[in-house]
């Protein structure tokens, strides 16, 4: 009778544990609902001034004078002083974080290339857009382009997880 009852015990917190395994699995799925969807894109725009460039220069070091040297700038292909890369990307990172797909955000990979430059003073366009939603992994698709020429300064891809925390469409 001792084991018949014990038996019946582990049974029943057996299936509890099953069911809530399972109910943390569909939590966790595919069968999410953020509030984006394939397709959506943000943007932001914003103009590097020479400060700017100076700034980043000195906070990484990167003081190639490509960027902070007009007189050498004047020499080279470009004929003029032209913004980080890797600043231009920032760009990037600002529409995720708080645009889309916004707070909760968190880069795995990127993948870029800088087709052409963006001189300073040149206002460009970041833009996101979803391409891909898998479960809790986002990926997207990124360009910058420079606002009055339409040329594409920067194009790639991101893959993201979206943190447990982030708030989902109900």
Known sequence: MILASKVG???????????????RQLRSSSHQRFSFKVGDTA???KTFSASDV???????????????????????????????GVLTNGLISAVLAT??????ALFLSQDIEFPAPLYI???VVARVQIAGIDGRRINCHTTCVAKDTQKIVMTGTVKLFMMKDTKLNT
């Open 99 to 104: 645009k889309l797909p916004g707070p909760g």
């Open 54 to 84: 100076r700034i980043f220069a000195d906070l990484t070091g990167d003081k190639n004078p490509l960027h902070v040297d007009d007189d050498y700038a004047k020499t080279t292909r470009f004929g003029r002083c032209i913004v980080h």
């Open 43 to 45: 943007e932001v725009c």
């Open 9 to 23: 015990y582990f049974a029943r917190n057996h299936a509890l544990l099953r069911v809530l395994c399972l109910k």
């Open 121 to 123: 003073d040149e206002p």
